[in-house]
T-cell receptor, first 116, second 115 residues
């Protein structure tokens, strides 16, 4: 079965600190895409960052970066210089290939609280 | 603004009632989907469509119907509402189906309560 595990239900850090959210997944496919989505209290789901599994280079988007370890099936998200606006639920997801109809498999989420 | 528009934002239904959640996008996306989000769980796929006239079931399709008569619209119908369908529903769309995915664009969600 294809699964995504986010082992940290909730985390909190002080503003300006760096925080890392963990994500592990399980799939037998070799080609897939990984995503981190952010869901603030407004409920809007926002794409934070994406990573192609065939690329070894870790993706980076401003203060957000990932540590992708394909062999370990790990895809953690690092947020540098955290800001109050980063407070949100963060979901890890991966998208399968054609044989699985390109479905997105989601983790249960990590609630991140940035304290002033 | 371009994006995915969902209506209504909130809805309360009585058990056995039917209703339609509306979803429209103006980005000419081929792929559209409906998810439900329950506390402590990730999003679960209900139905999806890869283009006008083509729909398929996701992980949790029972109790829901969809149709895709146009590229823009993808309504979700609850046939006979049950308390187990109390959830937050998201519509999402994407350019890519089979090509390099650019991530999904989500609507703002519909909070549905069935009493």
């Amino acid at each position: 079965a294809q699964t995504v595990t986010q082992s940290q239900p909730e985390m909190s850090v002080q503003e300006a600190e760096t925080v890392t959210l963990s994500c592990t997944y399980d799939t037998s496919e070799s080609n897939y895409y990984l995503f981190w989505y952010k869901q603030p209290p407004s409920r809007q789901m926002i794409l934070v960052i994406r990573q192609e599994a065939y690329k070894q280079q870790n993706a980076t988007e401003n203060r957000f970066s990932v540590n992708f370890q394909k062999a370990a099936k790990s895809f953690s998200l690092k947020i540098s210089d955290s800001q109050l606006g980063d407070t949100a639920m963060y979901f890890c997801a991966f998208q399968l290939g054609e044989d699985s109809n390109y479905q997105l498999i989601w983790g249960a989420g990590t609630k991140l609280i940035i304290k002033p | 603004n371009a994006g995915v528009t969902q209506t209504p934002k909130f809805q309360v239904l009585k058990t056995g009632q039917s209703m339609t959640l509306q979803c429209a996008q103006d980005m000419n996306h081929e792929y559209m989907s409906w998810y439900r989000q329950d506390p402590g769980m990730g999003l679960r796929l209900i139905h999806y469509s890869v283009g006008a006239g083509i729909t398929d079931q996701g992980e949790v399709p029972n109790g829901y119907n969809v149709s895709r008569s146009t590229t823009e619209d993808f309504p979700l119908r609850l046939l006979s509402a049950a308390p187990s369908q109390t959830s937050v529903y998201f519509c999402a769309s994407s350019y890519s189906w089979g090509a390099t995915p650019h991530g999904y664009t989500f609507g703002s969600g519909t909070r549905l309560t069935v009493v």
